[in-house]
């Protein structure tokens, strides 16, 4: 069995997702190892869950540093001390500098609550509804200078329901996205999803995770 891949979850807040990655991690056929979780605010739940469950966890508060770049190397100290060799963000709202996006290029994941290209950016179930879609859903894709749109992983769809909100809709995205995040992850992982250009291809084998989120070649 190949050694396991040394990742980093990135957290601003709750870290539902993170959680749910730090499950996936538990079991002992996944192919990535949590070794480092780290926060950019101080009051964050996700933070004080990571330390509750004994996890490594780090305090990288963001309004300690004068420049996005200060802050950004403070973080990639953390990473490199933990020898990680993938991140993934989950909840982190902070917007990086080129030169660590550009470190990081191919090793980073982000998920984004909706079907990519569309609807990026803030409040992006409010912007579905906006729209009148019928179907919106969630998206893992490697990070790149602009903001949600890196190279699609995989996706997962959801119905847009008559009398759903943003909130009831939300809900259910969120739902979906703690299925296909590990399943993303462990792609990345095993070498499976390989950076073709801007295109993710994925390699041979049945989807991870039973098919709960659509591939993109």
Known sequence: MAPKKRTAVL???????????V???RRPDYPADIVSIVSSRPDSSGLAWARAEALPATLVDHKAYASREAFDAAIDDVLADAAVELVALAGFMRIQSPAFVSKWQGRQLNIHPSLLPAFKGLNPQA???AAGVKISGCSVHFVTAEVDSGPIIAQAAVPVLDGDSAE???ARILAAEHRLYPEALALVATGRARLIGDRVEI???????????????
């Open 127 to 129: 912007q579905a509804l």
């Open 203 to 217: 390699g041979p084998g049945e989807a991870a995770g039973g098919g709960h989120g659509q591939a993109q070649p």
């Open 168 to 170: 009831t809709l939300a």
């Open 23 to 25: 499950a996936a991690a």
């Open 11 to 21: 957290i601003s807040g709750r870290g539902s997702n993170m959680m749910a990655l």
